[in-house]
T-cell receptor
C-alpha cells in the first residue's frame, strides 16, 4: 500500500510569509509525528498526535508553529511569519500504534529567503 | 535532554567490504535503540532495532551490537553494496518502543566506493 505522503516536496517562501505543509499518513495508523531536520543534523521532534488524545506539542520551537490533525487522517503543519532559521526539511511519520516502528514520508524541504 | 552522538560523521568503504557505524549514547535509562537509513531526498527508513535486554541482533546483512557498559551501539553491514550509500542515524528511547521519546543522533554518511 501507499506510504506516508507529504506535500509539497519543496517550498520556497519569503521571510514573513505563512506556509502550510501537509502529511497524509498510512491508512489506519493512529500515531502521527512531525520532525524538523536541519542540514547535516538529526531529527528534531516537533509534535505528536495519538488517536483522539490531546497532541504533544512540547517540541514546537515557538508559537509561530502549529499543527492540526483531522481524526486519524491528514495533518497540516503551519508556520506563521516564517524566518530564515525555519529553513529545513520537515518530516512526517506515522505508526500503527504508539509503540510501533515509524514510517517516514520523504519530507518537505522549506527554504525561507 | 541527553544526547545521542556518533563517533564519525563520514565513512568510506570499498564495495564488498564490511561497514561498521558507531554510536554513543549518554542516557543510562535508554531502553530501546533503532538504526535508520536515509537516502538523499528521502525520509529515514527503519533498518533494525534492539532492546536493552539484548546485546546483539541480526537482520539481513545487518547486525546491531549494544554495549550497555560503555553506552555504545554499532551497526555492522556485511558485504557493503553501492545501494548502502546513505546517512545512517541511531536513535534511542528511554522506554521500550516509545517512538514519541526517540532522540536521534546527527548521522554518519556512508559512501561505498567502487
Amino acid at each position: 500500500g501507499a506510504g506516508v505522503s507529504q506535500s509539497p516536496s519543496n517550498k520556497v517562501t519569503e521571510k514573513g510569509k505563512d506556509v502550510e505543509l501537509r502529511c497524509d499518513p498510512i491508512s489506519g495508523h493512529t500515531a502521527l509525528y512531525w520532525y524538523r531536520q536541519r542540514l547535516g543534523q538529526g531529527l528534531e521532534f516537533l509534535i505528536y498526535f495519538q488517536g483522539n488524545s490531546a497532541p504533544d506539542k512540547s517540541g514546537l520551537p515557538s508559537d509561530r508553529f502549529s499543527a492540526e490533525r483531522t481524526g486519524e487522517s491528514v495533518s497540516t503543519l503551519t508556520i506563521q511569519r516564517t524566518q530564515q532559521e525555519d529553513s529545513a526539511v520537515y518530516l512526517c511519520a506515522s505508526s500503527l500504534l504508539a509503540d510501533s516502528p515509524l514510517h517516514f514520508g520523504n519530507g518537505t524541504r522549506l527554504t525561507v529567503t | 535532554g541527553e544526547s545521542v552522538g556518533l563517533h564519525l560523521p563520514t565513512l568510506s568503504v570499498q564495495e564488498g567490504d564490511n561497514s561498521i557505524i558507531n554510536c554513543a549514547y549518554s542516557n543510562s535509562a535508554s531502553d530501546y535503540f533503532i538504526w535508520y537509513k536515509q537516502e538523499s531526498g528521502k525520509g529515514p527508513q527503519f533498518i533494525i532495532d534492539i532492546r536493552s535486554n539484548m546485546d546483539k541482533r541480526q537482520g539481513q546483512r545487518v547486525t546491531v551490537l549494544l554495549n550497555k557498559t560503555v553506552k555504545h551501539l554499532s551497526l555492522q553491514i556485511a558485504a557493503t553494496q553501492p545501494g548502502d550509500s546513505a546517512v545512517y542515524f541511531c536513535a534511542e528511547s528511554p522506554l521500550s518502543g516509545s517512538a514519541r521519546q526517540l532522540t536521534f543522533g546527527s548521522g554518519t554518511q556512508l559512501t561505498v566506493l567502487p
